[in-house]
């Protein structure tokens, strides 16, 4: 893939000690299989179906990097972990070299993920603040692609009154003409910390935001949600402390194993081709709790990754059952597959997005789903 060499003019190598990255790591560790940008041999991209790539900006968020960055602490447990999923392929791009100003970085890291995702790849960026979400969507910007969107975060980032554009970076995203959000999700608010007229708003715009206790009930709803976006942002704002300590905002949030189920519904998205995991800043860490947290994420997104590649498009009819009803005298279909069993709903322009069981459920007892009644709405 000679055409990506020239990446290696906006990344740095990845350097975690003087010992060759394979040389440290058992047979069957991540650190064994996957190829890494060390010194000057940039990984052969080809073949590969996820690309890591470390970004440890942090002047969004009013801060300068010191000590050892997020990306590598991120590393040292990912690398550790067993592999698998011997059928999804990973290599790590190294670090995005840190620009004279913010904006530069944006720029560099978003000719990154274009060059990457242009050729068919998954990009996750690790570290850095939760404004980088928009060099993810500039991405989609310069492609004129429409999305929908997804950011995980106790916190809604449109603080107009904050100095930091990782508290307002949204206003950006949502607002800016022209715009390429036909919509956006916000999984995990926590509501004492945002404004009612704030969630006011997003409804107007005919966005969804799900507060994060009513995630936790039934967490398999988030799947649809996130299944239908092509962005995937997480701030780890939204892990409580105790499972993620350098997250000093709240007590409260999601434990360890919903953020997995979150990252791994990620992966089963076959339109999810950018994420970023931000936030994490390694001297609040303790015992290395928040990146062995992340470590477990992004083996959660593999896994996902790896159970999604088994299914089949909606045009291959035998590997779906066919269910047809009606509600308030609406017709549809509804199509569950026979390889992952997940749903989709046809909507009255005969064109299909995902759905849980749940819908069906209601639909089949004359309700109208609220998920389909907000994609009505949108359109």
Known sequence: MSDLLHLGDFLDPVRLNKKSIQDQYRPGQLGKSIEVHEEDAMPDFFDKDIILVGCNEMR?????????TAANAIREQLYKLYNWHKDIRLADAGDIKAGAGLNDTYAA??????ELTDVGKTVVVLGGSHDLTL???????????????VCIDALIDLDLDSLNRSDNFLMEMLTSEPNFVRHYNHIGFQSFYVHPHMLETMDKLRFDCYRVGSVKENIEEMEPVIRNSSLFSFDISAIANTYAPANDLSPNGFNGEEAC????FAG?????????????????????????????????????????????????RDSFIEYHTAFAEVETVFLKSRKTNRWWMQLPDKKYIACSYRDYLLASSNEIPERWLRAQERV
Do not use: C, F
């Not at 890291?109 to 274009?114: D, G, Q």
């Not at 060099?135 to 969107?149: F, M």
């Open 60 to 68: 969004g968020n009013g801060l300068y990097s010191s000590g050892m």
């Open 109 to 114: 890291l978003k000719t990154v993920i274009k």
């Open 135 to 149: 060099a993810q969507y500039q991405n989609y910007v310069d492609k004129k692609q429409i999305i929908e969107a």
């Open 261 to 264: 189920a979150l990252m791994r």
């Open 268 to 316: 089963l998205s076959p339109n999810i081709n950018t994420i970023g995991i931000y936030g994490y800043l390694p001297e609040k860490d303790v015992n290395d709790l928040t990146a062995k947290q992340i470590s477990h994420m992004l083996w959660y997104l593999a896994d996902g990754k790896s159970r999604g590649q088994r299914e089949a498009g909606l045009e291959e």
